[in-house]
C-alpha cells in the first residue's frame, strides 16, 4: 500500500512528483528542522485524530518540507523498501550541515501557562 497525499508543489495540469523525484529533493536540499515536532519526517506508529483509514495495515507515515524550496510531502505506505530508502534519505538529509545549522527556537514559559501561544497539555 502506498498512499502519496502530498508529494511536491505543483500548478494544476502538472505532473504529479514522484518517490525518485522526493530522493532527488531529499539529496540536494534541507529539510526544515521545524517539523522534527511533528514526528521528525518519520513515523512508524502514527496516531490518528479520526479513525485509522488503514485498518489493519502496520503504516508509516513521512511528512514534512524543506527549508530552501516548498516540496511539501505527506506519505503513508506499509511497502518496506520504499520505507527503507525514504528513511535513510531524511537521516542523511538530517547530517547536512546546512540542517545541523538551522536555529531551532525553543518556546518561551508565559507566566499564564501558555507556551508560545499554546496551552500546556494536562497531564
Known sequence: MLDIISCGS??????????????EVLNN??????????????????EWIKENPYPGIKVTSFFGN????????????????????LTVAIRENQKRPDYLSQVIQKPKQQQSGKVAGILKEVV
Not at 500548478?11 to 530522493?23: F, K, M, N, Q, V
Not at 514526528?39 to 506508529?45: A, C, R
Not at 530552501?68 to 511497502?79: G, W
Open 10 to 23: 505543483h500548478w494544476a495540469g502538472e505532473r504529479e512528483s514522484t518517490i525518485e523525484d522526493l530522493l
Open 29 to 46: 536540499h534541507p529539510l526544515d528542522r521545524t517539523f522534527e515536532k511533528y514526528g521528525n519526517f518519520v513515523d512508524s506508529s502514527p
Open 66 to 85: 524543506f527549508l530552501t524550496i516548498s516540496f511539501v510531502f505527506n506519505i503513508k505506505t506499509d511497502e518496506q523498501p520504499i520505507i527503507d530508502r
